[in-house]
């Protein structure tokens, strides 16, 4: 096994394509991902997290099995929350501004829920993603003012 001279130039994998070698998708094939994984849990109703409980029959008798269905509220959150992530390095002036007041907003809904007994878990993660939501929708904008995908917009090919 060689080692590399210390004098030798870096090898950098370019941002808007795939490595050949690697088969390693760029950024924008990540984003276009994720914003498919967006999408199809935007198509469903946002419903909090439950436990399923379906009867199996197991010989003569029936046992219940519980499967937990996932909080789809939760997942949207996480799922703009990574894309923000991605993202942040495009952002303008324009977003970024508006992202630090929503920070703002959303820190002091997090502070009426805490203080209010009223509030549950629930309420939160519902004023959360109503956040991100509006975020997402900013993120969308961002594509366009800066040409990200280029002149086909927003397009997602399965």
């Known amino acids: 096994m060689s080692r590399k001279n210390l004098d030798d130039e870096p090898t950098f994998i370019e941002r808007d394509y795939t490595s050949g070698d690697f088969n390693i998708p760029s950024d924008k094939e990540i984003i276009r991902r994720h914003l498919m994984k967006i999408s199809d849990i935007s198509a469903e109703e946002y419903v909090e997290g439950y436990w399923l409980?379906?009867?199996f029959k197991v010989g003569d008798g029936v046992t219940i099995i519980e499967?937990?269905?996932k909080d789809r509220r939760k997942a949207f959150i996480n799922l703009?929350?990574?894309l923000i992530h991605m993202m942040r390095p495009e952002f303008?002036?324009?977003i970024k501004e508006k992202e630090v007041e929503w920070q703002i907003e959303l820190d002091k809904e997090r502070e009426n829920h805490k203080a209010d007994p009223d509030k549950s878990m629930s309420d939160w993660i519902?004023?959360?993603r109503d956040y991100y939501d509006k975020m997402l929708g900013e993120i969308f904008l961002l594509f366009n003012r800066i040409d990200f995908f280029g002149s086909?917009?927003?397009y997602i090919d399965e």
Do not use: A, L, M
């Open 126 to 128: 519902d004023t959360k």
């Open 152 to 154: 086909g917009g927003v």
């Open 80 to 82: 703009v929350h990574f």
């Open 92 to 94: 303008d002036d324009e």
């Open 53 to 55: 409980k379906k009867p």
């Open 67 to 69: 499967e937990y269905q």
